[in-house]
């Protein structure tokens, strides 16, 4: 008995302090969101929004994200693939809004290129209409007390099955209707308004780039007769009686093309032929401007910076643009937003009126700051008048250095301060020039024995010129390179190479003077989007070089040198360091790693003090992961402990301690350009969010129908699938790129099974085995390394 009681004993033992370090992990990695840290502009003002995570491509709604009968204002940014909500705070008319990232995870997952605000079914609770592979798909909100969504499903398919994307009807020819997807390019903006003022939402779209109605707008009418569905009938593919060129954005009124919204049939000239390569990348506003009870449309181009107005002459059962103008709005500030603007008609100041906000909506081609003007409406609905206000709405109140963030940290100016230095992808100028920079934000804070008040104040937009050396991607990392003890740094870059600085100055503590060190570029380089991160991997007392990649891994240059004199190569390279490989499926994964040794008490200890390194790894997939088992395991895998939600994308970790307390403080870098200020147990906590998804990409549509049931193929060039119909197996042959994936997904878009290749394979044909499936019908899409992205029908026998 004694043998069991002397057993027992260390066992209960084992499990109490297995539970307190698991207690004391959760506590360790417990980071909440903080946006009490004051950050000033250049001027001086302070920023109200600083720690919202900046803003690239803006699409906006209005939705009552709490519940509260008040609508919020909802953010869908197309380039960090993540919603933003700013809470409702104003008191009668007024502008007054509060980030709260805390609702972002209750939107919808897997949204890309587009998701737009709309009440479908006249419930007072606005839905989302979002991107779908064949178009437009609707998530309908069912929220009670809490907002929550789900897929609308009762639209139906060509042979009347139920599908949960959008449908119209089409007339056979034979006086009956056949039912097709209704298609919108990825880039495109379509106007999601009732058009006819029945009191039910329509649609009206440009058609795809290989369509017959590539330059004219599709006019879907909404028919259904019961509040809680939609049922689009096509009425014309000419609404408006206008065409947009096929390679700029001149307009040609009075233009004439079969069942034109009540015009008698008119045969079609040839301006326009089937197949004809019109670029993708329009955006439709529609809206009544003249107070005549038709809608007017404001268009922008992929290629222009301006908005062109379409009047509307016509009435509401048949559209007529009779004329234009390229200057709208004309009588206050017009648009001139860089490229391809898009205008979101909502509501801003709470005055029941809905006003115009217009952003940008071209990836690393757009404005990445002073991108969303705010047009306020003066008048009606029914007869809007725009004026303009500003060209920086809510941006303006952020932290936003471009578009994606790198922040790191180092004392600049010698106070004993620490400073915020922030990298970025690139910076778009007015002259469309598109390169990195640098910006210093100096801490001008407050630090006695009895408070600790950090505040940051913009100082320095282009610090060290780098501006002028036309780099992309600047990764920051500070560490004593030399052994003089003063901080040098070292620039990762999206060609895969590093730059060095030194830092020259007299005596440790005094401000920094950095001076380049040439050859640095020829010494280290990985594949690309180099992160570096300095770590003594193999504990012999100097820096080795850790780097995360594009490729979602890391490598390590063992330091062949001493602490003074450091000496690396690629005959010292350690490839997938750590065991570490975060990608997706199409091969990226943005690595950029974040080393920090933590004590037993859970604060940061120096680089020669008692503690365990821990990686904070920031990477595509927009959450922070923890891994330990980093010391003396230079050759072996790291332990995943934890991981921090935050986002949907990709995002880049930095750690320092800002209130003096020897806490590791979180500050996360977003690709919108801004950057989340996170603290350990004080703030908001985040809810873990979905995961994101990465198999919608931008579609080249061709309207052939090889699968006889009448859907439409996404086709870029030059592959076969094979058999169709399909029994137990089927080949995919691409004459082209080297295939990368494939993908197979039911016609809900919900995924069944995918394979993935590797590109060093350079596998062209692929026999693969399906899987058990319900129903007959699949959808295969296959992904190739390079030009190659096709979509298709499958029929399974």
Same mark, same amino acid.
């Given at each position: 008995?004694?043998?069991?009681?002397?057993?027992?004993?260390?066992?209960?033992?084992?499990?109490?302090?297995?539970?307190?370090?698991?207690?004391?992990?959760?506590?360790?990695?417990?980071?909440?969101?903080?946006?009490?840290?004051?950050?000033?502009?250049?001027?001086?003002?302070?920023?109200?929004?600083?720690?919202?995570?900046?803003?690239?491509?803006?699409?906006?709604?209005?939705?009552?994200?709490?519940?509260?009968?008040?609508?919020?204002?909802?953010?869908?940014?197309?380039?960090?693939?993540?919603?933003?909500?700013?809470?409702?705070?104003?008191?009668?008319?007024?502008?007054?809004?509060?980030?709260?990232?805390?609702?972002?995870?209750?939107?919808?997952?897997?949204?890309?290129?587009?998701?737009?605000?709309?009440?479908?079914?006249?419930?007072?609770?606005?839905?989302?209409?979002?991107?779908?592979?064949?178009?437009?798909?609707?998530?309908?909100?069912?929220?009670?007390?809490?907002?929550?969504?789900?897929?609308?499903?009762?639209?139906?398919?060509?042979?009347?099955?139920?599908?949960?994307?959008?449908?119209?009807?089409?007339?056979?020819?034979?006086?009956?209707?056949?039912?097709?997807?209704?298609?919108?390019?990825?880039?495109?903006?379509?106007?999601?308004?009732?058009?006819?003022?029945?009191?039910?939402?329509?649609?009206?779209?440009?058609?795809?780039?290989?369509?017959?109605?590539?330059?004219?707008?599709?006019?879907?009418?909404?028919?259904?007769?019961?509040?809680?569905?939609?049922?689009?009938?096509?009425?014309?593919?000419?609404?408006?009686?206008?065409?947009?060129?096929?390679?700029?954005?001149?307009?040609?009124?009075?233009?004439?093309?079969?069942?034109?919204?009540?015009?008698?049939?008119?045969?079609?000239?040839?301006?326009?032929?089937?197949?004809?390569?019109?670029? !993708?990348?329009?955006?439709?506003?529609?809206? #009544?401007?003249? $107070? %005549?009870?038709?809608? *007017?449309?404001? =268009? +922008?181009?992929? &290629?222009?910076?301006?908005?062109?107005?379409?009047?509307?002459?016509?009435?509401?059962?048949?559209?007529?643009?009779?004329?234009?103008?390229?200057?709208?709005?004309?009588?206050?500030?017009?648009?001139?937003?860089?490229?391809?603007?898009?205008?979101?008609?909502?509501?801003?100041?709470?005055?029941?009126?809905?006003?115009?906000?217009?952003?940008?909506?071209?990836?690393?081609?757009?404005?990445?700051?002073?991108?969303?003007?705010?047009?306020?409406?003066?008048?009606?609905?029914?007869?809007?008048?725009?004026?303009?206000?500003?060209?920086?709405?809510?941006?303006?109140?952020?932290?936003?250095?471009? !578009?994606?963030?790198?922040?790191?940290?180092? #004392?600049?100016? $010698? %106070?004993?301060?620490? *400073?915020?230095? =922030? +990298?970025?992808? &690139?910076?778009?100028?007015?002259?469309?020039?598109?390169?990195?920079?640098?910006?210093?934000?100096?801490?001008?804070?407050?630090?006695?024995?009895?408070?600790?008040?950090?505040?940051?104040?913009?100082?320095?937009?282009?610090?060290?010129?780098?501006?002028?050396?036309?780099?992309?991607?600047?990764?920051?990392?500070?560490?004593?390179?030399?052994?003089?003890?003063?901080?040098?740094?070292?620039?990762?870059?999206?060609?895969?190479?590093?730059?060095?600085?030194?830092?020259?100055?007299?005596?440790?503590?005094?401000?920094?003077?950095?001076?380049?060190?040439?050859?640095?570029?020829?010494?280290?380089? !990985?594949?690309?989007?180099?992160?570096?991160?300095?770590?003594?991997? %193999?504990?012999?007392? *100097?820096?080795?070089?850790?780097?995360?990649?594009?490729?979602?891994?890391?490598?390590?240059?063992?330091?062949?040198?001493?602490?003074?004199?450091?000496?690396?190569?690629?005959?010292?390279?350690?490839?997938?360091?750590?065991?570490?490989?975060?990608?997706?499926?199409?091969?990226?994964?943005?690595?950029?790693?974040?080393?920090?040794?933590?004590?037993?008490?859970?604060?940061?200890?120096?680089?020669?003090?008692?503690?365990?390194?821990?990686?904070?790894?920031?990477?595509?997939?927009?959450?922070?992961?923890?891994?330990?088992?980093?010391?003396?395991?230079?050759?072996?895998?790291?332990?995943?402990?934890?991981?921090?939600?935050?986002?949907?994308?990709?995002?880049?970790?930095?750690?320092?301690?800002?209130?003096? %307390?020897?806490?590791? *403080?979180?500050?996360?870098?977003?690709?919108?350009?801004?950057?989340?200020?996170?603290?350990?147990?004080?703030?908001?906590?985040?809810?873990?969010?979905?995961?994101?998804?990465?198999?919608?990409?931008?579609?080249?549509?061709?309207?052939?129908?090889?699968?006889?049931?009448?859907?439409?193929?996404?086709?870029?060039?030059?592959?076969?699938?094979?058999?169709?119909?399909?029994?137990?197996?089927?080949?995919?042959?691409?004459?082209?790129?080297?295939?990368?994936?494939?993908?197979?997904?039911?016609?809900?878009?919900?995924?069944?099974?995918?394979?993935?290749?590797?590109?060093?394979?350079?596998?062209?044909?692929?026999?693969?085995?399906?899987?058990?499936?319900?129903?007959?019908?699949?959808?295969?899409?296959?992904?190739?390394?390079?030009?190659?992205?096709?979509?298709?029908?499958?029929?399974?026998?």
């Amino acid at each position: 008995m004694k043998r069991n009681l002397f057993f027992f004993i260390p066992l209960l033992f084992s499990i109490l302090l297995s539970t307190i370090v698991s207690g004391q992990k959760d506590s360790l990695f417990d980071y909440r969101y903080y946006d009490s840290l004051t950050v000033l502009d250049h001027n001086g003002d302070s920023l109200k929004q600083a720690w919202a995570g900046g803003i690239n491509l803006a699409q906006f709604g209005r939705i009552d994200v709490d519940r509260d009968g008040r609508k919020d204002l909802v953010e869908f940014d197309r380039d960090g693939r993540n919603f933003k909500v700013f809470l409702n705070k104003a008191i009668g008319r007024y502008v007054d809004y509060k980030h709260a990232p805390e609702y972002s995870a209750r939107f919808p997952e897997g949204i890309q290129h587009f998701a737009y605000f709309k009440d479908y079914n006249n419930d007072g609770k606005v839905d989302i209409w979002a991107r779908h592979p064949f178009g437009l798909r609707i998530f309908k909100n069912v929220s009670d007390s809490v907002l929550r969504f789900e897929p609308l499903c009762n639209f139906r398919d060509f042979v009347g099955n139920p599908v949960c994307y959008v449908t119209a009807q089409f007339p056979d020819g034979s006086g009956g209707v056949n039912y097709f997807n209704v298609e919108i390019p990825a880039e495109d903006k379509p106007a999601i308004e009732d058009i006819n003022f029945d009191g039910k939402l329509d649609l009206l779209t440009f058609g795809n780039e290989f369509s017959l109605a590539a330059n004219t707008i599709n006019y879907y009418k909404n028919i259904s007769t019961v509040p809680d569905s939609l049922v689009f009938k096509n009425i014309t593919a000419c609404w408006g009686l206008f065409y947009e060129n096929d390679t700029s954005n001149g307009i040609t009124t009075n233009f004439y093309c079969p069942d034109s919204g009540g015009t008698d049939r008119i045969s079609r000239p040839d301006v326009i032929k089937r197949g004809a390569a019109r670029h !993708t990348g329009s955006t439709i506003t529609a809206f #009544d401007i003249g $107070g %005549d009870l038709t809608m *007017d449309l404001a =268009v +922008g181009d992929i &290629a222009y910076s301006k908005m062109i107005l379409l009047n509307n002459t016509g009435d509401s059962s048949k559209a007529r643009i009779s004329s234009f103008d390229t200057l709208f709005p004309s009588n206050t500030k017009a648009v001139d937003l860089g490229i391809f603007p898009a205008a979101y008609y909502v509501d801003v100041d709470n005055d029941n009126e809905r006003d115009l906000l217009v952003t940008p909506g071209a990836l690393q081609e757009s404005m990445d700051r002073d991108n969303v003007w705010y047009y306020d409406n003066t008048n009606l609905d029914e007869n809007s008048s725009f004026n303009y206000i500003k060209k920086d709405f809510l941006v303006g109140e952020m932290i936003d250095v471009g !578009t994606m963030a790198f922040p790191a940290f180092v #004392d600049v100016n $010698g %106070d004993s301060l620490v *400073d915020m230095i =922030v +990298g970025n992808d &690139a910076f778009m100028k007015s002259n469309k020039d598109y390169y990195g920079r640098i910006a210093y934000f100096q801490n001008i804070g407050t630090y006695n024995d009895s408070v600790r008040l950090p505040a940051f104040r913009l100082v320095d937009s282009n610090y060290l010129n780098l501006e002028a050396l036309q780099l992309r991607s600047i990764q920051l990392e500070f560490g004593d390179m030399d052994a003089d003890s003063d901080l040098d740094l070292l620039i990762g870059l999206q060609d895969g190479s590093l730059r060095y600085y030194e830092n020259i100055a007299t005596n440790p503590g005094d401000s920094i003077i950095l001076q380049a060190s040439p050859g640095w570029d020829s010494i280290v380089s !990985t594949t690309a989007f180099a992160s570096p991160e300095l770590f003594d991997a %193999d504990a012999d007392g *100097d820096l080795d070089l850790i780097i995360g990649e594009q490729h979602g891994t890391m490598d390590m240059y063992l330091n062949q040198g001493d602490s003074s004199q450091p000496l690396f190569s690629s005959s010292f390279k350690l490839q997938n360091f750590g065991g570490v490989e975060r990608k997706d499926v199409f091969g990226n994964g943005f690595l950029v790693p974040e080393i920090i040794k933590i004590d037993s008490m859970g604060k940061l200890a120096g680089r020669y003090d008692a503690g365990e390194a821990h990686l904070f790894l920031g990477s595509i997939f927009g959450q922070v992961e923890v891994y330990d088992s980093l010391d003396g395991n230079m050759f072996g895998n790291f332990r995943k402990i934890d991981s921090i939600p935050h986002s949907r994308y990709r995002i880049a970790p930095s750690i320092t301690d800002v209130y003096g %307390d020897s806490l590791p *403080d979180l500050f996360l870098g977003e690709q919108a350009g801004g950057i989340t200020s996170m603290l350990r147990g004080k703030g908001i906590l985040l809810p873990p969010l979905p995961p994101p998804d990465t198999t919608d990409t931008t579609d080249t549509t061709d309207t052939t129908d090889t699968t006889g049931i009448g859907y439409h193929e996404w086709i870029m060039r030059n592959v076969n699938i094979f058999p169709n119909p399909a029994h137990e197996r089927f080949q995919v042959l691409s004459a082209g790129a080297a295939l990368k994936g494939v993908h197979l997904y039911d016609l809900q878009g919900r995924l069944i099974k995918q394979w993935a290749f590797r590109e060093e394979e350079n596998i062209r044909k692929a026999d693969l085995r399906l899987p058990e499936v319900q129903g007959n019908e699949l959808i295969v899409r296959v992904f190739g390394f390079g030009e190659l992205d096709k979509s298709i029908i499958l029929i399974v026998d």
